[in-house]
């Protein structure tokens, strides 16, 4: 048999079984597709749990934190009562303590943090706020991989950058007496890249136990993209 009559043969009988011919092929197709959604559906959701398991830093980042105990702390001892010991006994976040780090196989960069304890209350006109003050050194943002929103993460001498919902904070006090807060999502945006804002710094005195305050004038350099964390205040 030639090719010409195999080939007349098999139209002759997809022709006599058209519904068959139909219904097989729109099988094939749907299952085909089926397959093609489920496997780009399993890998979509495994790239996007990956990034946000990596992208938290939880597998990438260790947090140290020094002592913020008193000078002197008591120890007790079975049978020898207490004694004292004094702070230098205890280990210290110092530059040598951060080189120790640095020298860990696999540590890529060693970045100290300084966190106000109490924050800073934030005067802009009249408006105030709250943030969380956190020092950092030159270069740490980046180091951070944390993106600007806007501006940039550059900081120089009177310079600050802010977290990207740090203008939520921000309210009237006038407003707030009369008819309480207001929530953000009714209040006209706030944008504070390039403003000075002013940062009344509290500091508490051992000695005497009174509290002390200080304002700064800061211009802020850059607002930082969410980054659904601590640096977003």
């Known amino acids: 048999m030639k090719l010409r009559d ?3 043969l098999m139209l002759s009988n997809l022709n006599r079984m058209r519904g068959r011919v139909i219904m097989t092929a729109i099988g094939v197709v749907i299952g085909t597709s ?5 496997v780009s559906l399993g890998v979509g959701l495994q ?8 992208g938290g830093g939880g597998l990438t980042e260790i947090r140290v934190q020094g002592e913020m105990g008193a000078p002197v702390e008591m120890v ?3 049978g020898q009562g207490q004694s004292s010991r004094n702070s230098a006994d205890r280990l210290r976040m110092d ?8 020298e860990i196989p696999g540590v890529v960069s060693v970045i100290p943090l300084e966190h106000f304890t109490m924050g800073g209350e934030l005067e802009y ?3 105030r706020g709250y943030a969380n003050i ?3 050194p030159h270069g740490a943002l980046q180091d951070l991989e944390l993106e600007p929103e806007s501006g940039t993460l550059d900081l120089e001498r009177g310079k600050i950058v802010i977290g990207s919902r740090v203008a939520e904070q921000f309210h009237d006090p006038e407003e707030m007496d009369k008819m309480g807060p207001v929530p953000y999502a009714e209040r006209e945006p706030l944008d504070l890249q390039g403003a000075v804002l002013k940062i009344h710094l509290m500091r508490f005195n051992e000695e005497d136990g009174n509290m002390t ?11 930082l993209a969410g980054a659904s964390g601590q640096y977003d205040y």
Request: proline letters at 2%.
């Open 76 to 78: 007790s001892s079975p």
């Open 47 to 54: 790239k996007q749990a990956t990034e946000s398991i990596y």
């Open 125 to 127: 006109g009249k408006l």
């Open 34 to 38: 089926a397959i093609l959604v489920l």
């Open 95 to 102: 530059d040598q303590m951060l080189e120790e780090f640095r």
């Open 134 to 136: 956190i020092g950092v």
């Open 213 to 223: 305050e200080k304002v700064v004038r800061l211009q802020v350099a850059g607002v």
């Open 6 to 8: 195999l080939l007349k």
